[in-house]
């Protein structure tokens, strides 16, 4: 009946909930351990990758941009919980990031707070926003969801556009006054506290979400995004997990936006586009919804690609291809649009099933060695 | 009572997210007279004329053979498979409310061959008379002529026909099991049907589904005279509703 | 009082470019369950294939028919490229519902980049013929010409499809099917093909609104189809989707609000009431004005 071209995956059960039975097994939960050492000492090599980034490991070029991937990796990471992980297609997620980053950089610019005041009142006032326009948007679902957290969002855009009360600088953004902050944060050599501030975001937001997903609560989400009249039928309220999730996300991309401030030392009208919301499902997407790693995996590369691909878009090799070809190329979005595309069709599962699907290879290749006792 | 089926399950396996609702069902439905497909609530009588029509849905895996004649019918295409005679009246009428019941009935209508509008409305004079109305202000019994009317407009090779009397009064009921008999003196029809007394004056062969797979087969009359058979399998008595 | 006149004109103005760009956002989602994010694109796409057509090809120029050849042009362009984005991208997903959105919105964010890398980012000045510069005297207010010809497009518009809904054979099948589509298959009919023939609809008029938003705006820029889109979508909602009347109430009613509101109220409170309009219609009837029940 069907003359479908990709078999869609199978729904994933969260990693958290399969027991592994591999030969790593006993090595498994040591690896992001590790993984987080060495991302920590990276600002101590002096390791040159050319053509990967511009300068050494440690300079400060190639740390801010490490750093905003990090950022980006966690906001996958967190709007997966949405996404991969309860089935909620949320089209507004970039307004609790756009709420912390704003919240900081007004808080300390205009208002002259001190940092962690700053900090504090954002990720409290962007979690109590989610938990409202929560309550209200989760009313509806599907399709109607998502344009209702599209349209919110879209308010912000216009609140911040619109420069009301002169407070967010509308259209030009409003840079951080860095006087306020300590100065351990500040200045161009100290970009390798940033990148570890980044750092540490990213492992508390994987950190709980990993935590979520193995509870019974991410048992419960992880039925909702399968099949949400089955949770009903167990006397469970859709509507109250799904807010609680919804909340938490939003709570985790306010600090990712406080930390962006940082990193970025402003705020720019592009955080509160539908734009970024688009980004960040690309990201999931390209990663692998609902896995541990893909989402973090996936807002690293595609933050790195963003960068590079325009620094690739206006290079040599690029403007030495016809026009035709040298134009689209020369747009970042269009490569990772048409990457994406190219993705939803033949990988839907993303990155993170790369491995599944190298697995029968990797599985036949061990079978032709002599086998071991 | 001819030999060739007109329509042959073969170890149909139904999955559906993750469920077996069908394992391994297989069963013949006569070219002639109605075969009535029972079985308690829920124990996947719809599934099976819904996976015979390629209606199953995306997640769920249809395995096995269905044929009709000489072709396979499982991956195909529903609307291919209506093109070439199957007929189907789904549960719950499914007629267009927002259409008129004329516009209901001309969406059946088929390029190259002529609708027999005669024999619908021979049938059915109620739905001539009532062509400009909304087919969603009509009654119960009324949309349940529609559902079957609309499908005969068209020749067909078997008609699949899901719980055509659910929620009807006793007296449309009868008028529903009249209208049945009449058709299947000229189509076969594979009907699922929970009321009995319809059962009684309709089915020739009859089919019970028990935990997803086939039970019973044989002679409906035989059946429903055997109480405690009947009732182990259905899960009620014979008893004759009037 | 002639305030209120040009504002209630212009408002209409407004809603009519965004029916034209609703309606067929309605109908596919209607019919298909296709959220089509780029549905903005055709809208570029018919914009900027009016603005080439008018300096490029031959017959059509910036005024007078040759005019009416450059929209023609860009009309059509818009509904070729939507007939290809659903010949080639959304019917091989068929029924995969996350997936066609995923797809949509890749290539909403490819093909504007693709706009933008033929064109440039910068607006550019759209032609337009003369008589739409100037302004008409209505009921003491001077109304742009521009916005009258929106709204006689967006009228012309909605009783064309009104009438093909009701009297083509295809349009009883797009209606049959917007309310169950499954049913529309098991008649024996390949509703594929009514996809196909309604994203070429929603193509043509979104590049319909997309030219004559150019000369009622008086430019071209590729980021033009996005945000007329979230507007778009939000009066797809509030009427109902699948239900090209509903778009019509919503879209009058949306762009009425947020012209009254901009006006007397502050710039940009007209918006945000509109999305209040959106959420309170959605708390207290999911389904929208006219429509289907939204589901997920």
Redesign the interface.
């Known amino acids: 009946m069907t003359n479908s071209v990709v078999e869609a995956p199978p729904a994933q059960v969260p990693d958290e909930l399969t027991p592994g039975h591999s030969r790593w097994h006993g090595l498994r939960p040591y690896a992001p351990l590790a993984a987080l050492v060495v991302a920590a000492i990276v600002p101590y090599s002096t390791l040159n990758l050319p053509g990967v980034f511009e300068g050494p490991l440690n300079s400060p070029g190639t740390l801010q941009l490490l750093a905003v991937c990090l950022v980006f990796g966690g906001l996958a990471a967190g709007y997966d919980l949405l996404f991969g992980r309860t089935g909620m297609l949320s089209f507004g997620h970039a307004l609790y990031f756009a709420a912390g980053v704003y919240g900081t950089d007004v808080l300390i610019t205009r208002a002259g707070l001190p940092l962690w005041q700053a900090a504090l009142l954002t990720v409290t006032g962007g979690t109590i926003l989610a938990a409202l326009l929560g309550a209200v948007a989760l009313r509806t679902v599907g399709i109607a969801f998502a344009m209702v957290t599209l349209a919110f969002a879209q308010v912000g855009a216009i609140l911040v556009a619109r420069d009301f009360g002169g407070l967010t600088g509308g259209e030009e953004g409003l840079p951080l006054d860095v006087a306020g902050l300590p100065s351990a944060l500040v200045g161009v050599a100290n970009t390798v506290n940033l990148y570890w501030l980044a750092l540490a975001y990213l492992a508390l937001v994987v950190f709980v979400v990993h935590r979520v997903s193995g509870s019974p609560t991410g048992r419960v989400l992880a039925g909702l995004r399968d099949d949400e009249r089955r949770i009903g039928v167990l006397g469970l309220d859709p509507y109250r997990f799904k807010l609680v999730a919804f909340t938490l996300a939003g709570g985790l991309a306010s600090a990712g936006g406080v930390v962006y401030c940082l990193v970025v030392s402003g705020a720019s009208p592009h955080v509160t586009s539908s734009e970024l919301t688009l980004s960040l499902l690309v990201m999931v997407v390209l990663g692998g919804p609902g896995t541990r790693w893909g989402p973090v995996l996936g807002g690293i590369l595609y933050m790195y690609l963003d960068h590079r691909l325009t620094a690739f878009g206006t290079s040599d090799v690029v403007n030495s291809l016809p026009a035709f070809l040298s134009h689209p190329l020369s747009q970042p979005l269009f490569v990772l649009g048409t990457v994406f595309i190219l993705a939803v069709y033949f990988f839907p599962g993303g990155l993170a099933s790369l491995r599944s699907r190298l697995h029968p290879l990797l599985v036949a290749l061990r079978r032709s060695r002599p086998s071991r006792s | 009572m001819s030999a060739e089926p007109v329509l042959s399950v073969e170890n149909l396996s139904v999955r559906i997210?993750g469920l077996h609702i069908l394992q391994g069902v297989s069963f013949e439905v006569a070219s002639a007279g109605v075969t009535v497909l029972l079985g308690r609530n829920g124990v996947g009588k719809t599934t099976t004329l819904r996976a015979i029509?390629?209606?199953?849905p995306?997640n769920g895996e249809v395995r096995g053979t269905v044929r009709m004649g000489a072709r396979s019918l499982?991956?195909?295409?529903?609307?291919r498979l209506?093109?070439d005679g199957l007929g189907?009246v789904?549960e719950d009428r499914?007629v267009?409310?927002?259409?008129t019941v004329a516009?209901n009935l001309?969406?059946?209508e088929?390029r190259g061959t002529a609708p027999a509008y005669d024999k619908v409305f021979a049938l059915f004079p109620e739905l001539d008379r009532r062509g400009r109305q909304r087919a969603g202000s009509l009654s119960g019994g009324q949309q349940q002529m529609l559902a079957i009317g609309?499908?005969l407009l068209?020749d067909n090779r078997l008609l699949l026909v899901d719980e055509p009397t659910k929620g009807l009064a006793p007296k449309v009921v009868t008028e529903v099991a009249e209208v049945l008999e009449r058709v299947a003196e000229s189509v076969p029809v594979l009907l699922v049907e929970q009321n009995l007394a319809v059962v009684r004056r309709l089915a020739h062969d009859a089919v019970v589904l028990s935990a997803g797979r086939v039970a019973w087969t044989g002679n409906a009359q035989d059946l429903l005279l055997e109480t405690a058979l009947t009732k182990s399998l259905l899960g009620v008595g014979s008893e004759v509703k009037a | 009082m002639s305030t209120v006149i040009l504002l209630a004109l212009t408002g209409l103005g407004l809603a009519a470019l965004y029916f034209l760009v609703a309606s067929g956002l309605s109908l596919v989602f209607g019919l298909a369950d296709v959220l089509n994010f780029a549905h903005g694109l055709f809208l570029g796409v018919g914009a900027y294939a009016t603005w080439w057509a008018a300096g490029n090809l031959p017959g059509a120029g910036p005024s007078g028919f040759g005019f009416v050849v450059a929209v023609a042009f860009g009309v059509l362009a818009g509904a070729v490229v939507a007939v290809l984005v659903e010949l080639v991208l959304i019917r091989p997903l068929y029924s995969r519902t996350i997936e066609q959105v995923l797809v949509t919105v890749g290539l909403s964010l490819a093909g504007v980049a693709l706009l933008q890398a033929t064109w440039g980012a910068d607006a550019r000045p759209f032609p337009r013929p003369a008589w739409t510069r100037e302004v008409t005297s209505v009921l003491g207010a001077n109304v742009p010409n521009a916005g009258l010809l929106l709204i006689i497009a967006a009228v012309l518009v909605l009783g064309g499809l009104l009438a093909f809904l009701r009297f083509t054979r295809y349009g009883l099948i797009i209606r049959a099917g917007v309310e169950n589509r499954e049913m529309v298959t098991a008649l024996g009919i390949d509703v594929r093909k009514a996809f196909t023939l309604v994203f070429a609809i929603g193509g043509a008029a979104a590049a319909l609104a997309g030219a004559l938003g150019g000369v009622y705006f008086g430019t071209v820029s590729p980021g033009q189809g996005g945000s007329l889109l979230i507007f778009a979508f939000i009066v797809v909602v509030i009427g109902g989707m699948g239900s090209v009347v509903g778009s019509a109430y919503a879209a009058v009613a949306v762009g009425l609000l947020q012209q009254f509101v901009n006006y007397y109220g502050t710039s940009g409170l007209g918006d945000l009431c509109v999305v209040g309009l959106l959420a309170v219609v959605l708390l207290l009837r999911p389904q929208g004005l006219a429509g289907k029940v939204a589901h997920a």
């Open positions: 997210a029509v390629g209606l199953t995306r499982l991956a195909r295409p529903t609307h209506v093109r189907y789904p499914c267009f409310a927002g259409l516009e001309r969406l059946a088929r609309r499908v068209n």
